[in-house]
């Protein structure tokens, strides 16, 4: 089965189960969407195994999609060490990366490690901070590359256009929305207690303008720049936060609707480079290269 380890498909299948879309894919890959299908198509016949669930409006991973995400990743990463040390290419320089809040607790601390390993001549720096700083930080020259939410209205409307803007790779889309402890209850004749990131917090602005839109009298319960700490604040009952479906923490939970709060919308969450080039440019390509081959990972909690 020569066609099942064949790179090009394997690439090709992470991009549409990650972005859950072939037009995006395309775009992401710089091929046509007839060119993704095909590579999809021939990658299933190899395994014998539907990897999608597809019709006009959604694209989803079966069990074997799912099982399928592991093993590429795997063999596009041997793929790439032997590549690399037959061509005697090694990355060096200083590369400044940011990420988000969001992925304190997913598995981006397991791409990093293996990006080290891949690139031991890399100094890889890492800050850790609101996506809204980050983009800040990037458009001020004192990051390289970084994994954030997507600026401005945090994501696109669901109707809007696949179309990503120069400079910005799609990693996921996901959907926010409102979390607290399961027992708790809001009282619809009091303010809504807020756990909230302090300004320029993509997710605050969100749920403020939500709450505004709907008429929704709140208050701020707790302000961190930690995730860990608004979390914490969450799982003690004081309040309620807006956070991404798909990374909700452990001992949180998605409010019902019968609870009455506006919806948050989507959000996406994107990779975005700084203006250098050279030695710095070539370790953001890979490091971007590595998380958008991993992306499934940061899409799961511990």
């Known amino acids: ?65 799912e099982a399928m995400l592991g093993f590429a990743r795997a063999i596009l990463e041997a793929h790439e060490r032997a590549a690399a040390f037959f061509t005697g290419t ?9 990420a988000s809040e969001d992925f304190v607790s997913t598995r981006l601390p397991e791409i990093l490690e293996a990006f080290r390993r891949e690139h031991p001549d890399v100094d890889l720096e890492l800050t850790v901070e609101l996506s809204g700083t980050l983009q800040a930080r990037l458009e001020a020259g004192r990051l390289d590359l970084i994994l954030a939410k997507r600026g401005g209205d945090a994501g696109r409307p669901a109707a809007g256009p696949a179309v990503e803007p120069p400079g910005e790779e799609l990693v996921w889309q996901d959907t926010l ?4 402890a399961p027992r708790l209850r809001l009282d619809p004749d009091r303010p809504v207690p807020l756990i909230v990131f302090p300004p320029p917090g993509i997710t605050r602005a969100r749920a403020l303008e939500a709450l505004r839109t709907q008429g929704r009298a709140w208050r701020i319960a707790c302000t961190s720049t930690s995730l860990s700490a608004n979390v914490a604040a969450a799982r003690a009952g004081l309040g309620v936060m807006a956070h991404t479906r798909g990374l909700i923490p452990p001992g949180l939970a998605e409010l019902p609707a019968r609870a ?22 070539d370790a953001a390509d890979a490091l971007a290269t590595a998380i958008l081959a991993g992306g499934d990972r940061l899409r799961r909690p511990h």
């Open 1 to 65: 089965m020569p066609a099942l380890y064949e790179p090009t498909q394997l690439r090709t299948f992470l991009a549409v189960a990650q972005t859950l879309s072939f037009t995006r894919a395309a775009r992401r890959l710089g091929l046509r969407q007839s060119t993704v299908s095909q590579h999809v198509r021939r990658l299933e016949e190899a395994t014998g195994r539907p990897l999608f669930v597809r019709d006009t409006h959604a694209v989803e991973l079966t069990e074997d999609g």
């Open 90 to 98: 090694r990355l060096r320089g200083r590369l400044r990366f940011g």
């Open 177 to 180: 929305v409102w979390i607290g």
């Open 260 to 281: 009455g709060l506006p919806e948050l919308g989507p959000v996406d969450f994107v990779l975005r480079q700084g203006r250098r080039r050279g030695a710095a440019q």
